[in-house]
């Protein structure tokens, strides 16, 4: 079982810039992907970042690409994400997901309860 907690949301003025983190208690956290993603009022839940277990890669969504970057510290069990040049549009409640599929075939997938980010214009 891991457990999720993210913080760092708040109110930030476009163009400025916030970092969210993502704690997770539970074992093995440091085996499992993390993603990012968000979702803004009346929108679906979208992807914006993922990392692998070891940093060996990100990938990003689009609309992020370029202004967030996904790290983590698996020594303190957190996955951080830096987000740079915010935009009004990035106004949504961000949530974090831990995933991991063992050789067994057994998923196991996480979500924290998130942290809402507005950004002003």
């Known amino acids: 079982q891991v457990q999720l907690v993210e913080s760092g949301g708040g109110l930030v003025q476009a163009g400025g810039s916030l970092r969210l983190s993502c704690t997770a208690s539970?074992?093995?956290?440091?085996?499992?992907?993390v993603c990012w993603f968000r979702q803004a009022p009346g929108k679906e839940r979208e992807f914006e970042a993922a990392?692998?277990?070891?940093?060996?890669?990100?990938i990003y969504g689009d609309a992020v690409k370029g202004r967030f970057t996904i790290s983590r510290d698996n020594r303190v069990n957190t996955v951080y994400l830096q987000m740079d040049s915010l935009k009004p549009e990035d106004t949504a409640v961000y949530y974090c997901?831990?995933?991991?599929?063992?050789?067994?075939?057994?998923?196991?997938?996480?979500w924290g309860q998130g942290t809402r980010v507005t950004v002003s214009s």
């Open positions: 997901n831990a995933y991991l599929l063992t050789l067994a075939h057994t998923e196991f997938n996480y």
């Open positions: 539970g074992r093995a956290f440091s085996m499992y992907a």
């Open positions: 990392i692998r277990w070891n940093a060996g890669s990100t």
